[in-house]
């Protein structure tokens, strides 16, 4: 058991809309990445958070924000949705060091 | 730009047999690498996870080798088992604080009764 929680667990939207996406860290962590996963690829990195602020970022539009709240716990929002937004949106919490990264079940976001 | 590649995409094997998965990176200035298991549908385990210090580690019936001289990784599954099929995947962490880990396609596993 990780620690790391998501909600939803799934979720459909229609092309336009904007998405909430919410993570809570294993306790103790105050780092939070997010990463997007599509069918049959590997995870791609959208941001980290550490301490409330951004640590870096992927190759994402900034229609992709992210807040991380003090109890680091952390938010992924994605406004004007398209379709190639469908995919598994994951979050994981760590430790800025060493990095072992702790993964959350998963949010599967379905954009019709 | 850090590129991850597994070899081979899909692996059928009877149980019982040992074997290894592929990952190789092209920059060997990394901080860690960390393999993780999927089920479908599911989110990510961590199996193991090596230091860029270190040349190996070993978990259970797991072990995971690290060479970052030739950007290469292997884990290797002992006698395995229908409970191990799932897609492995590993991931490379940043030379940078706040760099992008980045993860290779994976190898889909399927260990038959």
């Known amino acids: 058991e990780t620690g790391v929680t998501q909600s939803p667990t799934h979720l459909i939207k229609t092309r336009g809309q904007q998405v909430t996406l919410r993570c809570s860290s294993q306790?103790?962590?105050?780092?939070v990445s997010w990463y997007q996963q599509a069918l049959g690829q590997g995870p791609q990195f959208i941001f980290q958070y550490y301490r409330e602020e951004e640590n870096g970022r992927g190759n994402f539009p900034p229609r992709f924000s992210g807040l991380q709240f003090p109890n680091y716990s952390s938010e992924l929002n994605v406004n004007a949705l398209e379709l190639d937004d469908s995919a598994l949106y994951l979050c994981?919490?760590?430790?800025?060091?060493?990095?072992?990264?702790?993964f959350g079940p998963g949010t599967r976001l379905t954009v019709l | 730009k850090q590129e991850v590649t597994q070899i081979p995409a899909a692996l059928s094997v009877p149980e019982g047999e040992n074997l290894v998965l592929n990952c190789s990176f092209t920059d060997s200035a990394i901080y860690n690498l960390q393999w993780f298991r999927q089920d479908p549908g599911k989110g990510l385990t961590s199996l193991l996870l090596i230091q860029s210090s270190q040349r190996e580690q070993t978990s259970g019936r797991l072990n995971a080798s690290l060479d970052k001289s030739s950007g290469r990784s292997t884990l290797y599954i002992a006698a395995s088992q229908p409970g191990d099929s799932a897609t492995y995947l590993c991931a490379v962490g940043p030379g940078n604080y706040g760099q992008n880990f980045v993860f290779g396609p994976g190898t889909r596993l399927s260990v038959l009764p």
């Open positions: 306790s103790g962590h105050n780092t």
């Open positions: 994981a919490s760590s430790f800025l060091e060493p990095h072992t990264q702790y």
